[in-house]
């Protein structure tokens, strides 16, 4: 039975949480019938160089939840500081997350990948490990493509961008601020 102090800890604990800016993915998966799902996820982290893993976690309630462990791999893709329309559209309750937006199908897996995105990865799931109401999915990198670009930032449950000035030739710092 909870008790009050561990409903304060869990707004505490959110709130420490949304301090934590991280970066901003759309995690993509495919059903048993071939449809495509995508949700936006912040809980995503390298885990390994050798063998390249990474991690996300991953909601128990999620509609992707089940398709993730189903299809056995996983696109993510790393979005760019313009693609908070895509991040926002990625969590929104619709049905299909991906319409109107432009992705390919991952070569490795067939899972979508988003055009603009910083960075893409393919994963194929290797364990699922279940983690209070979440679940941790292990994944291992089959492919990655990355092109230059700022990241979209996600930070106190607002988007934002960096804002880097470029430091000149022998200058060494450089102003980093979140909007
Ligand atoms: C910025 C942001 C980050 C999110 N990160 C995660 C995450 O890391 N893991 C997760 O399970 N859901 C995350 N969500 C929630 C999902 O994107 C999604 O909205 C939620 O799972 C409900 O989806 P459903 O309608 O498909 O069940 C995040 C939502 C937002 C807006």
């Given at each position: 039975?909870?008790?009050?102090?561990?409903?304060?800890?869990a707004?505490?604990?959110?709130?420490?949480?949304?301090?934590f800016?991280?970066?901003?993915?759309?995690?993509?998966?495919?059903?048993?019938?071939?449809?495509?799902?995508?949700?936006?996820a912040?809980?995503?982290?390298?885990?390994?160089?050798?063998?390249?893993?990474?991690l996300?976690?991953v909601?128990?309630?999620a509609?992707?939840?089940?398709?993730?462990?189903?299809?056995?791999?996983?696109g993510?893709?790393?979005?760019?500081?313009?693609?908070?329309?895509?991040?926002?559209q990625c969590?929104?309750?619709?049905?299909?997350r991906?319409?109107?937006l432009?992705?390919?199908?991952?070569?490795?897996?067939?899972?979508?990948?988003?055009?603009?995105?910083?960075?893409?990865?393919?994963?194929?799931?290797?364990?699922?490990?279940?983690?209070?109401?979440?679940?941790?999915?292990?994944?291992q990198?089959e492919?990655?493509q990355?092109?230059e670009?700022n990241?979209?930032?996600?930070?106190?449950?607002?988007y934002?961008?960096?804002?880097?000035?470029?430091?000149?030739?022998?200058?060494p710092?450089?102003e980093?601020?979140?909007?």
């Open positions: 039975m909870p008790r009050a102090d561990d409903f304060r800890a707004d505490d604990f959110r709130a420490a949480m949304a301090s800016a991280s970066g901003v993915t759309i995690v993509t998966t495919l059903e048993s019938d071939g449809s495509r799902l995508a949700m936006t912040t809980a995503f982290t390298a885990v390994s160089l050798e063998p390249p893993l990474c996300v976690c909601d128990r309630r509609r992707a939840h089940a398709p993730l462990l189903q299809h056995g791999s996983f993510v893709s790393i979005l760019a500081a313009e693609q908070e329309p895509v991040a926002a969590a929104a309750p619709i049905r299909d991906l319409a109107g432009r992705w390919r199908p991952g070569a490795r897996t067939g899972c979508p990948l988003l055009s603009g995105a910083l960075a893409v990865l393919e994963c194929q799931l290797v364990e699922a490990h279940p983690a209070g109401d979440h679940d941790i999915l292990l994944g990198i492919s990655v990355v092109r670009g990241p979209l930032l996600y930070w106190r449950t607002r934002g961008a960096l804002r880097a000035v470029a430091a000149e030739p022998g200058q710092t450089a980093r601020r979140v909007n």
